[in-house]
């Protein structure tokens, strides 16, 4: 059963609007991820919290923001949709070495 | 940085064959070698891990080895069965310091087993 959760599942959106996808874990995880998957697969690391309050970029760069106001949430904000924001935003917890995954959510921008 | 580099891109079996995907890596301070397995629809799941002071680690079919002087490691599956058919990635990361806990994944293997 997963401890972490991200909704929607799914989220079909028109271009300038502004979206938030919700992130969750249950299990007391300090570091949390946002990873960005393209049609290729690969997993990109856009923003990443060690703790309350800290958040940082990833290694590929995005133009949404995130914020970790409370240990479990981790929420990733896109002001201003565009279709090449289209892809799927995997988010991950941890605690020391190695993450859990949530579903992830895939964002289609028309 | 670190980079992962894992390959094949994709790889397919007959169903009982042995499957072997590897990866090399680039930092020498990276220290923790996880397998993630991604299933269609699913986020990527952890399947077996390595850490650094060990050279080969086994989970019924699935086994991992490390080579530190090389900075390769290596998964393999044996008596492969339809259900292995997933996207399988391979990351690495560093203890301590501002990287501490980040993973850096390879790009991915797609393995399918046919019945």
């Known amino acids: 059963e997963a401890d972490i959760y991200q909704t929607p599942r799914y989220l079909v959106i028109g271009t300038g609007k502004k979206i938030t996808l919700e992130c969750s874990q249950t299990?007391?995880?300090?570091?949390m991820y946002w990873y960005q998957q393209d049609p290729g697969m690969e997993l990109h690391l856009i923003h990443y919290?060690?703790?309350?309050?800290?958040?940082e970029k990833g290694d590929l760069s995005s133009e949404s923001t995130v914020s970790r106001i409370r240990t479990e949430h981790f929420p990733l904000t896109l002001e201003s949709a565009r279709p090449s924001h289209t892809s799927q935003y995997l988010c991950?917890?941890?605690?020391?070495?190695?993450?859990?995954f949530g579903s992830g959510t895939r964002l289609t921008v028309v | 940085g670190e980079n992962v580099e894992q390959h094949p891109s994709t790889l397919s079996v007959q169903e009982g064959d042995s499957a072997v995907i590897k990866c090399t890596y680039s930092?020498?301070?990276?220290?923790?070698f996880p397998w993630y397995k991604q299933e269609l629809g699913k986020g990527p799941q952890l399947i077996i891990d390595?850490?650094?002071?060990?050279g080969e680690k086994k989970d019924q079919r699935i086994a991992v080895t490390l080579n530190k002087t090389a900075k390769h490691f290596s998964l393999h599956i044996t008596e492969t069965q339809p259900e292995d058919s997933a996207v399988y990635f391979c990351?690495?990361?560093?203890?301590?310091?501002?990287?501490?806990?980040?993973?850096?994944f390879g790009q991915g293997t797609i393995l399918t087993v046919h019945p």
């Open positions: 991950a917890s941890g605690r020391g070495y190695g993450y859990t």
């Open positions: 919290s060690y703790g309350v309050n800290s958040t």
């Open positions: 299990m007391g995880h300090d570091k």
């Open positions: 930092d020498s301070a990276s220290n923790y």
């Open positions: 390595i850490r650094s002071n060990v």
């Open positions: 990351a690495a990361s560093r203890a301590g310091g501002t990287s501490y806990g980040k993973l850096t």
